[in-house]
């Protein structure tokens, strides 16, 4: 290849990857959409004429609690919405929403990535000893949902039965209590669904208002209530422990309900009942519940592209730089390089993923944004597998080719830049692409930090119709077709550095 050429490559690579972390940083997907309240201003809340701002973290696949607004605007709308909307305003707070699964949430207030939680959350004793809590504002029944043909009624008709329930939820603790029964413990709602729908369990436990929907929307379910516990375990807003606007809550809290502004926005929300489709009474499969949802999912798509593609340009970086120490020759450098490998290479990715986004703030006291850590992540994972790939393709290269550079007198940089690396760089690109496709497909992990990519959005929209494979095999198909364009643009490339063979 012409020398030109790479150095040109080279350079475009560099302000490729520039442009692509600047617009990440100008677009913060890792956030989910953030909600401005408009309230008068107040002394108290204001910092230099600025309201403060107050970061709520919600799981949005609850409805009628908490969901995403996808056919529309894609704001977060919700009995717990329209709360936490009219506490922060009346006391003049600005109020910023983020998304992330339900079993994270304690772990964030704790860490300080939101101020607050409002997620159909039940304030338990084993809660209590981690976070405070407001007073309640909702008090919720547990419910049976089973099969119309297998109905379950009572708990003591689910001793023997294998029961779902969504992990770290108050049904799920409840659950735990039941004599006899089995519980497959799962991550969302809509995942309760699917198992109940295809047989795999005999029963899901669910609060009424979820109930509700679940049946209106599977009209081969049934539901059963059963009896209310104590109100002292109703739901409640969960703050860091020691949190100094709890009372500021629990006043507005108190004045709602005195008003009748708490029932108002109740009524809101459970009074309607959605109408049932019968298109689904007769079909397994039914794609017409994607009217409405395809721009909010086709959105991820430049999510997902822009978080592969600074993971790959990151990996392939960092992974040249561990792959010129091992070859190096300098003890120290091989030992680190070596060791990297095998701690990145030995533990999972989620696990990785997962520790850098909540032990950040934690350990350094900053909040990383959700996309920056998953970049990160993903590329510090994907340099480890480029290292030894890279160092192949690098001795693979004739020693002859080392030999005559050392003998004409060119310095060793300047042999790897332009002798080594293009040969090693052809030799490679297969096994450079697989990793690009890899690193494609295993996006979809960014999901359980909120990252809005496409597995997000279809999750969104599985909670709202409690449906998934018609959203899953969509999502398969675009994830299919971004593949199929990558492996054709590296054929191109292929050919290119072939030609002179």
């Known amino acids: 290849m012409n020398r030109k050429k790479l150095k040109v490559i080279y350079l475009s690579l560099i302000v490729f990857t520039a442009l692509l972390v600047g617009l990440g940083q100008a677009f913060p997907m890792g956030k989910s959409s953030a909600y401005s309240v ?17 970061i709520m973290g919600t799981s949005a696949d609850y409805p009628p609690y908490e969901s995403v607004d996808a056919k529309n605007n894609g704001e977060f709308v919700g009995l717990d919405i329209d709360i936490a909307k009219y506490i ?44 405070d809590f407001s007073d309640t504002y909702y008090a919720a029944r547990n419910t049976i949902v089973s099969k119309k043909s297998a109905p379950l009624e009572t708990e003591a008709s689910l001793s023997g039965k294998l029961v779902a329930t ?29 198992e109940l729908n295809s ?7 669910v609060e009424d208002a979820v109930a509700i929907e679940m049946t209106n929307l599977n009209p081969g379910l049934a539901m059963h209530f059963l009896p209310a516990e104590s109100a002292e375990n109703g739901y409640a807003i969960a703050f860091p422990k020691k949190s100094t606007i709890v009372n500021e809550f629990n006043g507005v809290l108190s004045e709602m309900k005195d008003d009748g502004k708490l029932d108002e926005i109740v009524q809101k929300w459970f009074a309607a009942e959605k109408e049932q489709s019968n298109s689904l009474l007769n079909l397994n499969i039914d794609f017409s519940i994607l009217k409405g949802y395809t721009p909010y999912i086709l959105k991820g798509v430049y999510v997902t592209l822009l978080f592969t593609l600074v993971s790959a340009l990151f990996g392939l970086v960092w992974g040249t730089v561990l792959s010129l ?22 533990t999972p990715l989620l696990v990785q993923l997962t520790i850098i986004y909540y032990a950040t703030p934690q350990l350094f006291n900053y909040d990383i944004p959700a996309l920056m850590a998953a970049g990160l992540a993903f590329g510090l994972n994907s340099a480890a597998y480029l290292s030894e790939t890279i160092r192949g393709g690098i001795m693979a290269v004739d020693k002859g080719q080392r030999e005559a550079a050392i003998a004409l007198g060119i310095p060793y940089r300047k042999m790897m830049l332009r002798i080594i690396f293009p040969q090693a760089l052809r030799n490679i690109l297969p096994a450079l692409v697989n990793e690009c496709v890899a690193l494609l497909k295993e996006s979809s992990l960014v ?24 959203v899953l095999l969509f999502i398969a198909a675009i994830y299919y077709v971004l593949v199929l364009v990558l492996t054709s643009f590296a054929r191109m490339l292929e050919r290119r550095l072939r030609r002179s063979d």
């Open 166 to 194: 969504q992990l770290g939820s108050t049904q799920d603790l409840y659950a735990e209590t039941i004599e006899g029964a089995t519980l497959k413990k799962l991550n969302k709602i809509p995942d309760l669904i699917q």
């Open 447 to 470: 999901s359980v930090i909120g990252v809005s990519d496409l597995m997000r959005r279809a999750d969104v929209v599985r909670s709202t119709e409690f449906r998934s494979i018609e």
């Open 38 to 54: 408009s309230a008068e201003s107040a002394s108290s809340t204001t910092v230099n004429g600025q309201k403060k701002k107050l």
């Open 199 to 205: 047989g795999r369990v005999d029963a899901a436990i």
């Open 325 to 346: 120490f091992k070859i190096s020759g300098i003890k120290p450098l091989e030992w680190f390089a070596t060791a990297y490998t095998s701690i990145f290479r030995g």
């Open 88 to 131: 922060t305003s009346q006391l003049g707070y600005e109020l910023e929403i983020t998304h992330m699964d339900f079993n994270g949430l304690v772990a964030a207030l704790q860490t300080g990535r939101v101020d607050f939680v409002m997620s159909a959350m039940s304030a338990t004793d084993e809660r209590r000893q981690n976070v």
